[in-house]
């Protein structure tokens, strides 16, 4: 009598529960679009627009161009410094080689025969300094200085100081800074504090810390040029005497600080040319927006002459000058090359 009890009330419960989902499937099968709506598609009240799949993968740079070196000149010789623990390798400037070989011109890593960085610049029409952690000695300053006072070209490429994480058997973390700063010195120019960030998609390359720059005027710097991206942007802090050519874009701010304002990326002393970041020379980033049109310029920079001043020379009676001693040294040296 127990069990009848029991049984019963069970087996009620039981078809009731076939009933109702049996009654769930047929309402799925027979409604319309029974199967469901396809992924991704928008149920109102249900999918905001920047879920949608058009808004998954957000718009980058794309990596298209080529490094063009045109200028009159031909067979220069340009110094890639690696004697101060710079922080780049050769494969990293592979695109920048082999343009610089199409354009009859030869790009050398570090100096030759075991000379000292100072002695051996007079050999090379232009150098290249990508972020030196070393610093350099007196000698080295003066010779440098000396070097671009004489019609020396030189590009220097840095990076503010950033904090990086090291693996290995255990994790730590290292401090990164730039170490030429007695050599920026000399120039009127030091690198800024902080690294820069823009919170504007429009202003980056899909990484807010990855900016864009743009010319403050024409020059040949700027030939070709719209827009730079720099990965890892500082800026150049100044005390006057230099010409800013590129400044980051509007809205950038200082990354710890959050400083809004208008910051130099690019500027030229003269002879030298400083660019508060690197990477957009390497091989990974330089076709990204007019990155490989202002690596031509740069190089172009490097391997053109421009006429003396009397400020490296001696003013004629025709308004022309006349290289001083050191000056036509260095020309000599370069004329017994080619």
Not at 27 to 33: N, R, S, T
Not at 74 to 96: C, F, G, K, M, Y
Not at 240 to 258: I, N, P, Q, S, Y
């Amino acid at each position: 009598m127990t069990e009848g009890r029991v049984v019963k009330p069970l087996a009620v419960f039981v078809v009731v529960l076939v009933a109702i989902l049996g009654a769930t499937f047929l309402l799925a099968v027979l409604a319309p679009g029974g199967s469901g709506p396809p992924d991704g598609q928008s149920i109102d009240g249900q999918s905001p627009p920047q879920y949608q799949p058009d808004a998954v993968d957000a718009p980058v740079d794309p990596e298209a161009g080529e490094i063009e070196i045109d200028t009159d000149t031909n067979d220069r010789r340009i110094l890639v410094d690696t004697d101060h623990e710079n922080q780049v390798a050769e494969r990293d400037l592979e695109p920048v080689t082999e343009a610089v070989f199409e354009a009859d011109h030869t790009l050398e890593y570090g100096v030759s025969d075991g000379d000292e960085f100072g002695d051996e610049l007079d050999r090379y029409d232009g150098v290249l300094i990508i972020q030196p952690l070393q610093s350099y000695t007196t000698a080295e300053r003066i010779a440098l200085r000396e070097y671009t006072d004489d019609g020396g070209r030189v590009v220097i490429l840095a990076e503010p100081t950033q904090t990086r994480l090291s693996t290995g058997f255990g994790q730590s973390t290292a401090t990164v800074s730039f170490g030429a700063t007695d050599v920026l010195e000399q120039y009127d120019v030091r690198v800024g504090a902080e690294r820069l960030y823009n919170m504007d998609d429009e202003a980056t390359d899909n990484n807010f810390k990855s900016i864009y720059a743009s010319p403050t005027e024409e020059s040949d710097l700027s030939d070709g040029v719209e827009t730079v991206n720099f990965d890892t942007a500082g800026y150049v802090a100044t005390d006057g005497g230099v010409d800013t050519k590129f400044t980051a874009v509007e809205g950038t701010r200082t990354l710890e600080t959050r400083r809004l304002g208008t910051y130099p990326t690019v500027v030229r002393n003269d002879n030298v040319v400083f660019v508060a970041d690197t990477t957009f020379i390497r091989e990974s980033d330089v076709y990204d927006a007019d990155n490989e049109v202002f690596v031509g310029n740069l190089i172009e920079f490097l391997v053109t002459d421009e006429p003396s001043s009397p400020a490296n020379g001696t003013a004629t009676e025709n308004g022309t000058a006349t290289e001083n001693g050191t000056a036509a040294r260095v020309r000599e040296g370069a004329a017994l090359r080619r």
